[in-house]
């Protein structure tokens, strides 16, 4: 099984940044994509930023430029530094994993419990 445990949201003013972590542990041989997604109240799960492990991304239109997915496969950890937040941006933010336990296993996916962010004066 494997463990997600994320970090870093809070009340922030329009114009504010915020650093989002998730470190995955447990039973983890090899994890590929790692991911945030976020939804607020009467919307869909929305993904926000991937990036695999060889380090290629995507975001959603709504922040680029403004938001960076990046990750340290050292500690089995994806970060999401967001710069100049909207209020558009508040959301419960969830970090989603997709790992494997043994090299004959198939990549399972995971996600966090999930880490509010509201964007508000």
């Known amino acids: 099984q494997v463990q997600l445990v994320e970090s870093g949201g809070d009340l922030v003013q329009p114009g504010g940044s915020l650093r989002l972590s998730c470190a995955a542990s447990?039973?983890?041989?090899?994890?590929?994509?790692m991911a945030w997604y976020r939804q607020s109240p009467g919307k869909q799960r929305e993904l926000v930023a991937a990036?695999?492990?060889?380090?290629?991304?995507n975001s959603a239109d709504s922040v680029k430029g403004r938001f960076t997915i990046s990750r340290d496969n050292a500690k089995n950890t994806v970060y999401l530094q967001m710069n100049s937040l909207k209020p558009e941006d508040t959301a419960v933010y969830y970090c989603?994993?997709?790992?494997?336990?043994?090299?004959?296993?198939?990549?399972?996916?995971?996600w966090g419990q999930g880490t509010q962010v509201t964007v508000s004066s």
């Open positions: 990036i695999t492990s060889g380090g290629s991304t």
């Open positions: 447990g039973s983890i041989f090899s994890i590929s994509t």
């Open positions: 989603n994993v997709q790992a494997r336990r043994d090299i004959n296993s198939p990549y399972y996916n995971y």
